[in-house]
């Protein structure tokens, strides 16, 4: 009876344990004329509130879409990548419920990182960095709320930098200074004997 008993206490158990999601990780891939791209649509636990002012990603027949405000078929939930026609990335980031979300990254065709933008609920929030075609840092700075933020520096050619200071997206001061100045590297000086 005492094995019965425990049996029967079991099955309860052993049915939960069994159970499969309702959707399963979606992967799809799509082949442009110009580019490849991979996406995971990972199930959701509840559906977002969806805000006017997003812009929110997802996939239907085949291709992905964005559309303001809204979405009609699987919002974009996970890893996100494109390909040039070479095979070398062109773009990398992740989704959560149809909205960019993390550290996004982007490259020109001979692989050379072109951008890396943070990016939080849908809105690029956070540093980011812009490089020029060979891969030198060309600009960096701070968004909040999708605006420019705090201290941005735009580095030319010769290495001078332009610094210019935004609060909620407007430019507040600017001023130009030496690159290497800026880092404030010691200066190395002769002894006199």
């Known amino acids: 009876m005492k094995k019965l008993l425990f049996f029967i206490l079991l099955i309860p158990f052993y049915a939960a344990a069994q159970r499969l999601p309702y959707e399963a990780m979606l992967k799809v891939r799509i082949t442009e004329a110009d580019k490849t791209t991979v996406a995971?649509?990972?199930?959701v636990d509840n559906e977002p509130d969806i805000e006017t002012d997003r812009l929110?990603?997802?996939y239907s027949a085949n291709r992905i879409h964005q559309t303001q405000g809204g979405y009609s078929g699987k919002?974009?939930?996970g890893l996100f990548e494109e390909y040039?026609?070479?095979k070398n990335l062109k773009t990398q980031g992740s989704f959560k419920k149809g909205l960019k979300s993390g550290i996004w990254k982007s490259w020109n065709d001979n692989g050379s990182l072109s951008e890396e933008t943070a990016w939080k609920n849908g809105f690029k929030s956070g540093h980011f960095f812009r490089y020029d075609?060979?891969?030198?840092?060309k600009e960096t700075g701070k968004y909040k709320n999708d605006v420019l933020s705090g201290k941005v520096t735009q580095i030319n050619d010769k290495g001078t930098a332009e610094i210019?200071?935004?609060k909620k997206g407007v430019a507040?001061?600017?001023?130009t200074k030496s690159f290497w100045k800026k880092l404030k590297l010691p200066h190395w000086h002769k002894r006199k004997a």
């Open 40 to 43: 995971e649509i990972r199930p």
């Open 56 to 58: 929110y990603y997802w």
């Open 75 to 77: 919002l974009l939930n």
């Open 84 to 86: 040039y026609l070479n």
């Open 133 to 137: 075609n060979a891969g030198h840092l």
């Open 164 to 166: 210019t200071w935004y």
């Open 172 to 175: 507040v001061k600017s001023r």
